[in-house]
């Protein structure tokens, strides 16, 4: 409640209604700009609208996808390509029986912040494959790797759904949900052997 106790004379007045003015006039120039992009979208409806069809993926996002790579993904000569060119594949982590480095490269950086954050949106999305497959790489390799892996994963969905004009489709659950219990099923056996494996107690 301080903070809106004291004098306000004519000379603060000036400012606030100069500092008003300014504002409205960025959002008419932001609304120009924005009405500008939506008329150059027109001719590429169809896919803004498929590329949407991906989650995490909104207007915004799909509009950054294609100002960036096109959409004629000919001009890639597969996936592969196109996620080392946005700097989203890791690149060779192993030489003569040594591990390396598993950084990405650093690629169109503007592409790569827009995956980047649908990626964060689509981890959010509830009952996703994106969703599971984030929890699941999270564990071994950290969140902020794992991040990475769902905006590869995104361009990877993106690329096909513009190659062959068709909207992204979930893998199928019942295969996720066997081979997460035949994990499970490792998991507690490779338990049972290590506590066989211990001494028997005094």
Sequence with gaps: ???LEGNLNEHHRFMLNLSKAAILQLNELLCQVDNRIDQYLRKWEEEVKLLQTIPGVQKQTATAILAEIGTDMHAFPNQHHLASWC????????SAGK???ERINHGNSS???ALVEAAWAAVHTKESYLKRRYYSLSVRR???RALIAIAHKILIATYFILKNRVPYMEPD????????????????????RE????????
Aim: charged residues 30%.
């Design 1 to 3: 409640m301080l903070a």
């Design 87 to 94: 700097g989203l594949c890791p690149g060779n982590n192993e």
């Design 99 to 101: 591990k390396k480095s």
């Design 111 to 113: 592409l790569k912040t």
């Design 142 to 144: 950290g969140k902020k």
């Design 173 to 192: 659950n019942q295969e996720w949900l066997k081979k997460r219990k035949q994990a499970q099923i490792n998991n507690y056996l490779r338990r049972l």
């Design 195 to 202: 506590l066989e494996a211990l001494p028997p107690s005094q």
